[in-house]
């Protein structure tokens, strides 16, 4: 049974850090390619960021581009999203997921894509 478990988020002020995890079990971690997508209140999940197989490619949202940053340790089975200069406007579920793959170099950046999900994490900015 694959399993994909968020942790880290919380309250946090404007302009601070957040980091998210993502443990994931019950699959071979180290060929699904990965993303974090999230959702505001009354808005449609969007995509946030996703690597590849081996963590060398990656794809970002632009609204995070240079503030957020997407990493991943086979060794553990998780991934990571180090959110830096958060801003209200980040406010949201954070969800990751996790998408069978062949390609060392695939990354995917739409919720079709993916095949397992996990239940998510409040991430709250306050200003």
């Known amino acids: 049974q694959v399993q994909l478990v968020e942790s880290g988020g919380g309250l946090v002020q404007a302009g601070g850090s957040l980091r998210l995890s993502c443990a994931a079990s019950?699959?071979?971690?180290?060929?699904?390619?990965m993303g974090w997508f999230r959702q505001a209140p009354g808005k449609e999940r969007e995509f946030v960021a996703a690597?590849?197989?081996?963590?060398?490619?990656?794809s970002y949202t632009d609204p995070v581009k240079g503030r957020f940053t997407i990493s991943r340790d086979n060794a553990k089975n998780t991934i990571y999203l180090q959110m830096n200069s958060l801003q209200p406007e980040d406010t949201a579920v954070y969800y990751c997921?996790?998408?069978?793959?062949?390609?060392?170099?695939?990354?995917?950046?739409?919720?079709?894509?993916?095949?397992?999900w996990g239940q998510g994490t409040q991430v709250t900015v306050s200003s």
């Open positions: 690597i590849s197989l081996m963590g060398e490619y990656t």
């Open positions: 019950g699959l071979t971690f180290s060929t699904y390619a």
């Open positions: 997921a996790a998408s069978l793959v062949r390609s060392l170099r695939t990354v995917f950046t739409s919720m079709n894509d993916y095949d397992y």
